[in-house]
């Protein structure tokens, strides 16, 4: 019942923009920071971008730092990365997921194991 469906991947060439999307579905994610991770040929999920509830705090992994931008819409539970200068280093599976984080004073997380709901990916690929 709970979805979170992932879009906007393709192939790009390097220093090209991508838009992903996310929707997610069945239930409220209004109170939850959401998280952008990707993983790559042979390589470990890693994190990439989280927002928690309100939008209000971003952060991001080092390697995208600059170049990508995550926001969020709480009317449709859509939240977004807007990715710029890409590089092949990018390529990957992009995963959008949702962690119910409850803290006042930790709004977000960049730890892939507090995050709970994840949809299904969507594929990435810079040619260089």
């Known amino acids: 019942q709970v979805q979170l469906v992932e879009s906007g991947g393709g192939l790009v060439q390097a220093g090209g923009s991508l838009r992903l999307s996310c929707a997610a579905s069945g239930r409220s994610f209004v109170s939850d920071a959401m998280g952008w991770f990707r993983q790559g040929p042979g390589k470990e999920r890693e994190f990439v971008a989280t927002i928690d509830w309100s939008g209000a705090v971003t952060y991001y992994s080092d390697s995208v730092k600059g170049r990508f931008t995550i926001s969020r819409e709480k009317a449709g539970n859509t939240v977004y990365l807007q990715m710029n200068s890409l590089k092949p280093e990018d390529t990957g599976v992009y995963y959008c997921?949702?962690?119910?984080?409850?803290?006042?004073?930790?709004?977000?997380?960049?730890?892939?194991?507090?995050?709970?709901?994840w949809g299904q990916g969507t594929q990435v690929t810079v040619s260089s």
């Open positions: 997921a949702a962690a119910a984080i409850r803290s006042s004073i930790v709004v977000i997380s960049t730890n892939l194991d507090e995050y709970e709901y």
